[in-house]
């Protein structure tokens, strides 16, 4: 039974530390995404509550249209919106939209 045990024990550990391939990959439509500029309609959401930011998505539905999710933008003082580029800056008030 002991045996046992650390049989399974030892089949997790080893299933759960595999490295994962390319963890960054991003899937639309079943479709591997090599770069985000394939999707201009996609955009970065930052929004600020005093000192406190959070990151959402958003859609481009129109020029100055951005879809969301109501939650992403509910109570906050400062929103940044980030369209055109794949990459982000670590702070999203350098690059405002």
């Known amino acids: 039974m ?3 045990v650390l049989l399974i024990i030892s089949i997790l550990l080893l299933v759960n530390g595999r490295a994962l391939d390319d963890i960054d990959k991003r899937v639309i439509n079943g479709e591997t995404l090599t770069d985000l500029r394939e999707v201009p309609s ?3 959401i930052t929004t600020y509550k005093g000192q406190r930011g959070w990151t959402c998505g958003g859609t481009l539905i129109d020029d100055d249209w951005v879809l969301t999710a ?3 933008l509910e109570n906050m003082r400062t929103i940044y ?3 055109g580029s794949a990459k982000t800056s670590k702070n999203p008030r350098d690059q405002p939209f």
Do not use: D, E, G, Y
């Open 2 to 4: 002991k045996l046992l």
């Open 42 to 44: 996609a955009v970065r």
């Open 70 to 72: 109501a939650h992403c």
């Open 81 to 83: 919106i980030q369209a």
